[in-house]
């Protein structure tokens, strides 16, 4: 169903990459510090049997294991985090190609309004170029989400929500609905391919 991909983990588009990247820090980190306090608690169970009691001086250990570490951890993290929100808020250049996603009971809508073109449950783009998506909903509450190409984003009924994603590789992914929209939501999914501008220039034009 999703072609040669694994999802998130597997970013196509600068996006998608800026949120597998702060995924595997926050990993990286947690796995250090877990290593090091099984390291450390092994030693110090060892030690306790060995000479019966800690010794003052052992009390660094707790303040910067227990105090400094975590607000380290947590600092690099926070700003990991707010440094991939900037890159995933950023407004898309000029030059980027508008396409319209609107939800439906249970189906996605894609309008390219530049080239009238309107299809369903099938969205095309070009690789290389930023796409503005402009997504909405014709009833519920739906859920746009590529998840090799960037975040999910609410389709809401009563306002139009922006999300800028690129794809810098050419692909097929499916795209399911990412919010629970009533009894057809699971099987509710667009089908995602990115290709070189030719040809998806050429698709436009037999969709014409
Ligand atoms: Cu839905």
């Not at 450390?40 to 060995?50: K, M, N, S, T, V």
């Not at 530049?114 to 909903?137: I, K, W, Y």
């Not at 519920?140 to 999910?152: A, C, D, N, T, Y």
């Not at 050419?170 to 030719?198: D, I, Y």
Request: proline share 7%.
């Amino acid at each position: 169903m999703n072609g040669d991909s694994s999802g998130s983990l597997d970013p196509k588009g600068p996006r998608a990459e800026s949120i597998a990247d702060t995924w595997w820090l926050m990993l990286g980190l947690g796995v250090a510090v877990f290593v090091l306090f099984a390291v450390l608690l092994a030693i110090g169970l060892f030690r306790h049997r060995r000479e019966g009691e800690a010794p003052p001086s052992e009390r660094r250990w707790i303040v910067g294991g227990g105090v400094v570490l975590p607000v380290l951890v947590l600092v690099v993290v926070f700003g990991a985090t707010i440094a991939a929100m900037r890159t995933l808020a950023e407004d898309a250049p000029p030059g980027a190609l508008v396409i319209e996603v609107t939800g439906n009971q249970w189906y996605f809508e894609v309008a390219y309004p530049d080239a009238g073109v309107t299809t369903v449950d099938e969205l095309h783009l070009p690789v290389g170029r930023p796409v503005e998506f402009h997504l909405t909903s014709a009833d519920v509450i739906h859920g746009f989400w590529v998840p090799e190409l960037g975040g999910k984003m609410d389709m809401l009924p009563d306002g139009v929500n922006v999300l800028v994603l690129q794809a810098d590789e050419p692909g097929e992914w499916g795209a399911p609905c990412a919010e629970f929209c009533g009894l057809e939501h699971a099987r509710m999914q667009v089908h995602v391919v990115a290709e070189s501008p030719e040809d998806f220039a050429a698709w436009i034009e037999s969709q014409q």
